[in-house]
């Protein structure tokens, strides 16, 4: 069954067990390379991790012990000081996103601790700070609301945090996995369209609060919950007060603190951690007017409180899971799982770009999902990586991500004695808080502008996202801006279309001039030719490239035509790709054996062509002779672009008959993409040699290159292999100046230097770069006509 499954397929792909290696020169003065096509052993050998690969794997899994053992006290002293300034921004922020979370503050304050502590371990970023934030803690309170509605006996921190367990588990797989370059799926348009319209949904939900207006459904639509909370204006209370002036307040502290940086560069400094302590200066001081108002009737406040906050970890335990917790969110966990990838790797990434590190995305996850899995049993629910801590921390010159440990204890401190103090923070200054911070991350009209100029397409993405957002939930915009991203890009690659490539004369010149150059200048640059900078250039006929359209580009000869893929060659865009090419091919050549059609009656139906005998030898357009293909962008290729390539193969070769058509290739960097091209029957002369035929007599063009060992004492140029790098001299050196040769051309007098084939001469048509499968085409084309 087996053999016969292989013979099918032998024949489907025209294999008539003729591959080229007995086709092969014999160069008395040149090293002969044969190619050989991998195996499937070779693919599973590559797939099966070695005992070091192992090893290794489990070293990086803890990224501490790379630079542990090198701490010292500068950089501790770089961690004290940023580590306690975040600990203070995080205190405040926790608790006010506990509140978006629909929780009590306290597990603010859990999230927290655990988020910095655990983080350490496992981090390749020193800058991220993991712990609660807006739109995580948002699409919690979300999940937590609805759940409310199936399970009215399970509380709200239950369910969260069973919500990070879970969230927790699925990210750690996908760490372990390796599988970070899954949020390379997510364009930037899609972060931005998230974040911004995430940020006006937070918004819309804190301004009730803020204005201490009641009975506002924060689950509705953005667009209702601002409806609504223009209705309720008139029911503003004394919150409002505190509130608008704490936002107010936030926003003076942070706007003169820049204002003053600038103007006293030298105390820039401390300017930045002034603004950076505005957070904590506000509630500290609007947490005193408050002690101020209710100290003496506490019992029936005059403005919303937080009231008691317990101290220490009181809600430590085993977290409760049961398919009831995990039905009751599992329709929100993509979307969730979504937001914590979405915020921490691009967060880490940028970060990572403005402080010259590089980030391994698999190693973060496995960073957030154990973060997420061990901070229940604390009592904490969903966290992940803040763009504001995250800022304040690099600021505030952070060494390394020791840091977040210093943060731990400043959060803990809070924990076991701040709890008195928390009793009288305002909420309304808590939602002031949560406005001043997720107002950062709208996406300015300066960036959508540019999304303009660089890619309009992609703009209207990021305005679907958004309006979704509003109009909808942040969960139906992430999908929106996801789906729509993904469509473009499948559109793109169904409907790329490849270019005919010409030949144009290029040099290279240096413009040198004795005067300043720009306007009003009234020296001219003068185009100086390089030395041997002459050389053949591929441009598209048509220049759709830009290029200049004065330049005169021309086909490498009539009848051979130089096709280049534009992105890929696979099965949603093969047919589209073939039909363009034999559309020219057909539109540029003309049939080379008119008889071969037969009388008028006995043409295809969709024939168009000349009708009558007359027009037919009246017509002067060359017949087809051969096909170069571009794979400079192809990675690889499938059974359904192999077989178009037969399909169109077989077309053309009736529509050349009785002359055969030669398919050459070139820039081919996949050895699977030429054996599968080899399977197809491409790489070799055609038509293949007949059983008995002599092989030897044809000629063929290959690229060469100097080979030098350096296990031996062969010398090159008068060096030795101790003698660093080996420089060539192409006007001195005849070896050298010869990088492509014919089995006949190949110099006799090589000089010192050993010659070997670059590319496999058992695969002649497989062509090193365009201009070696240019001279390869014209060579046969000249035999065939001679």
Request: proline share 6%; glycine share 8%.
């Amino acid at each position: 069954m087996a053999s016969k499954t292989k013979d099918r397929l032998a024949k489907l792909f025209g294999d008539d067990k003729y591959d080229g290696d007995d086709d092969i020169p014999s160069i008395s003065n040149a090293d002969i390379f044969i190619e050989r096509e991998p195996t499937i052993q070779e693919f599973f050998a590559e797939l099966t991790p070695s005992l070091h690969d192992v090893g290794r794997y489990i070293y990086n899994l803890f990224p501490f012990i790379h630079w542990i053992g090198k701490y010292n006290l500068q950089w501790f002293i770089g961690d004290l000081i940023a580590g306690t300034t975040v600990g203070a921004v995080v205190v405040p922020q926790g608790m006010a996103y506990a509140q978006l979370a629909q929780l009590d503050v306290e597990y603010g304050l859990y999230s927290s601790f655990m988020g910095v502590l655990i983080y350490w371990f496992f981090a390749t970023s020193k800058d991220i700070t993991i712990g609660p934030v807006a739109v995580m803690s948002q699409v919690t309170g979300n999940v937590v609301l609805k759940a409310r509605d199936t399970l009215p006996n399970v509380e709200g921190h239950v369910i969260a945090s069973a919500l990070a367990i879970i969230t927790g588990a699925i990210i750690v797989f996908l760490g372990l996995a390796r599988l970070g370059w899954l949020v390379e799926f997510i364009p930037l348009p899609a972060i931005c369209a998230f974040m911004t319209g995430s940020a006006i949904n937070i918004l819309s939900g804190q301004v009730c609060k803020l204005m201490g207006i009641s009975d506002i459904n924060t689950r509705d639509a953005p667009y209702m919950v601002i409806i609504n909370t223009l209705k309720g204006l008139p029911r503003t209370k004394l919150d409002a007060a505190l509130g608008l002036t704490a936002l107010t307040m936030l926003y003076l502290i942070r706007g003169t603190c820049s204002y003053m940086a600038k103007r006293q560069p030298h105390r820039s400094k401390t300017y930045f951690f002034i603004s950076t302590l505005r957070t904590v200066f506000v509630i500290l001081l609007y947490t005193a007017i408050s002690a101020g108002m209710n100290v003496s009737h506490k019992n029936k406040p005059s403005i919303s409180i937080i009231k008691n906050v317990p101290r220490g970890f009181k809600h430590a335990g085993v977290p409760v899971i049961n398919t009831e917790i995990i039905q009751a969110f599992a329709s929100e966990l993509p979307a969730a799982v979504i937001v914590m990838l979405i915020e921490h790797i691009s967060i880490s990434k940028s970060f990572g770009r403005i402080n010259n590190y590089v980030i391994d995305p698999s190693q973060e996850l496995v960073a957030i999902g154990v973060t997420n899995l061990l901070g229940p049993f604390l009592g904490a629910y969903p966290a992940t990586g803040s763009f504001s801590r995250t800022a304040i921390k690099s600021k505030a010159g952070v060494r390394t991500p020791f840091a977040g440990v210093i943060t731990a204890i400043v959060v803990l401190l809070a924990l076991y004695a701040l709890t008195a103090v928390f009793w009288y923070i305002p909420n309304a200054a808590l939602a002031a808080v949560i406005i001043h911070a997720v107002g950062d991350v709208i996406t300015p009209p300066r960036v959508v502008y540019q999304f303009w100029r660089v890619s309009p397409l992609e703009v209207p993405i990021f305005f679907a996202g958004v309006l979704v957002t509003i109009f909808s939930t942040i969960e139906n915009g992430i999908y929106t801006t996801i789906a729509v991203s993904f469509a473009v890009v499948i559109w793109r690659m169904f409907l790329s279309r490849g270019r005919l490539l010409g030949l144009a004369r290029i040099r290279t010149v240096k413009a040198s001039t004795n005067g300043k150059l720009g306007p009003g200048s009234s020296d001219e640059a003068v185009a100086e030719e390089a030395d041997l900078s002459v050389r053949t250039g591929f441009l598209p006929l048509d220049h759709e490239d830009g290029s200049n359209p004065r330049v005169v580009v021309q086909s490498p000869h009539p009848g051979v035509f130089i096709y280049r893929f534009a992105e890929g060659f696979n099965y949603p865009n093969s047919s589209r790709y073939l039909t363009h090419l034999t559309d020219v091919v057909f539109r540029e050549t003309r049939r080379t054996d008119p008889a071969s059609l037969g009388k008028l009656g006995d043409r295809p139906w969709n024939y168009v062509g000349p009708r009558n005998q007359k027009d037919l030898d009246l017509d002067t357009r060359p017949t087809l002779k051969a096909i170069i293909l571009d794979f400079s962008s192809v990675n690889n290729i499938d059974v359904t672009a192999a077989q178009a390539l037969i399909d169109v193969r077989n077309q053309l070769d009736r529509y050349a008959a009785p002359d055969t058509v030669n398919w050459h290739f070139a820039n081919i960097e996949n050895r699977w993409t030429k054996r599968a091209l080899a399977a197809a029957g491409f790489g070799f002369r055609t038509p293949k040699p007949g059983p008995g035929e002599h092989t030897g007599h044809w000629k063929r063009i290959f690229s060469i290159a100097d080979l030098y060992r350096a296990d031996t004492e062969d010398t090159i140029e008068g060096k030795t292999a101790g003698d660093g790098p080996i420089v060539y001299d192409i006007e001195q050196d005849p070896a050298s100046d010869i990088s492509r040769a014919s089995d006949k051309d190949v110099p006799r007098d090589p000089g010192s230097a050993r010659l070997v084939a670059v590319q496999g001469l058992n695969r002649p048509f497989f062509h090193f770069d365009l201009q070696e499968a240019v001279d390869a085409a014209l060579l046969h084309v000249g035999e065939r006509e001679d």
